[in-house]
């Protein structure tokens, strides 16, 4: 597969747009075909993800998706349910659309209700600009932004000509237990809802599921995947592997953007964890060091204190041996091992550790010594600016 230019709008069929003249933002997709889609496990839960996760229940398609910044309308009972089937109404009736298929995502601030008569007034200019141009998924991605400093997006073609795109925002109120706060996905493969959602399953699982910027799990968590079905390519159930490992790509990309952005961080950690004797057992290790106060703040300030991360494993429920434990970091295209098998490496130099972890970005691998088992996590370090932006959040 090959890396390439335009976003969602990189995927035949998809048209799409967005404003943000403030703190408000509306963006509008179009894509016609099967859709699958996973959402937040917060047991509080946004009138938008309810409409949306009903839709993908028993539609299993989309034809759009219309998604607004600066409001979540979380917690806001009747009235926000009614406020997100209005949103979906309002695009269904100036597109011709059936608004059963009309997906609705919203992202903001928590317990205060939607001003919908703005987004009925500014709507028309979003239709009037919509297109397939790399522009028109920049401007959609830029309308979802909250607290993100950079608007996130990738897209791969495959060798056999299947093209995945997607975009995504999400800076704080990250630990999704399922995917990003929102991320809507493309693709022009022919396949249906059902292989749509075991590959969009997988790829969350393995990406947006890694993700931790401050352990706290969003109300409006969603992740959209829909098919135009307009790549040309035939179904090949042969060619599933190479699919799901591109849409993996594509998410691992937006996963790392996301804890990179996260709210205030200067530096993005990527934490490995491999030698465990089940998948489950490194997942859980790699989230536990990146979701680890004590290690995002030793990170921020460039503190050789790499025992917090073996702490952090420790505690995670992830069966492990210290004596078995070896751990490094690498940063810069520098490395240093800090502990062989239990004991403290004759490698082990602070001074360089610390150069290393003035590193933009830090790699910390743990080799439980046991298995064969791996997986990745990413976060970010935990800043004076985190406090400050959450603070200040609705003001």
């Not at 790699?286 to 790499?306: E, Q, T, Y």
């Not at 041996?321 to 602070?350: H, N, P, W």
Request: aromatic share 6%.
């Amino acid at each position: 597969m090959k890396q390439i230019e335009g976003g969602i709008c990189a995927v035949r069929g998809v048209t799409a747009n967005g404003i943000k003249p403030g703190k408000m933002g509306i963006a509008v997709i179009l894509a016609e075909g099967p859709a699958a889609g996973v959402f937040t496990k917060n047991k509080v839960v946004a009138a938008p993800v309810i409409l949306s996760k009903k839709l993908i229940e028993t539609e299993q398609r989309l034809s759009a998706i219309i998604a607004n910044s600066g409001n979540a309308n979380a917690f806001t009972g009747d009235d926000g349910f009614l406020d997100a089937i209005e949103m979906a109404s309002t695009l269904a009736e100036k597109l011709d659309l059936d608004p059963d298929t009309v997906a609705v995502a919203s992202t903001g601030v928590i317990g205060r209700k939607l001003d919908v008569s703005w987004i009925r007034e500014h709507l028309p200019e979003v239709l009037e600009g919509l297109g397939s141009s790399p522009e028109c998924s920049r401007a959609a991605a830029k309308a979802i932004m909250t607290t993100d400093k950079t608007l996130k997006e990738a897209a791969v073609e495959l060798d056999c000509g299947v093209r995945i795109g997607a975009i995504a925002k999400g800076s704080g109120m990250i630990e999704p237990n399922m995917g990003t706060m929102l991320c809507f996905a493309y693709t022009d493969a022919k396949v249906p809802a059902d292989v749509l959602d075991a590959a969009l399953r997988k790829a969350v699982d393995k990406t947006f599921n890694m993700v931790v910027v401050d352990g706290d799990t969003s109300t409006n968590d969603m992740a959209l995947f829909t098919s135009t079905c307009k790549s040309g390519v035939k179904p090949c159930m042969e060619c599933l592997d190479e699919f799901e490992d591109g849409l993996i790509y594509v998410f691992t990309d937006l996963a790392k953007k996301m804890a990179k952005d996260g709210e205030g961080a200067t530096k993005l950690i990527e934490a490995r964890v491999i030698g465990a004797k089940t998948y489950e057992d490194a997942r859980l290790a790699a989230k536990s060091i990146v979701r680890s106060p004590l290690v995002k703040s030793a990170i921020f300030g460039k503190d050789p204190n790499w025992g917090r991360v073996v702490a952090a494993a420790g505690y995670s429920g992830a069966e492990l041996e210290q004596e078995r434990l070896t751990l490094s970091f690498s940063g810069g295209g520098e490395e240093v091992e800090l502990v062989k098998s239990g004991e403290i490496s004759r490698a082990s130099d602070l001074a360089l550790l610390k150069k290393i972890m003035a590193n933009e970005e830090i790699i910390i691998t743990l080799d439980f010594g046991m298995g064969e088992e791996s997986a990745t996590a990413w976060g970010c370090d935990l800043t004076y600016d985190y406090v400050r932006i959450n603070a200040e959040y609705t003001t």
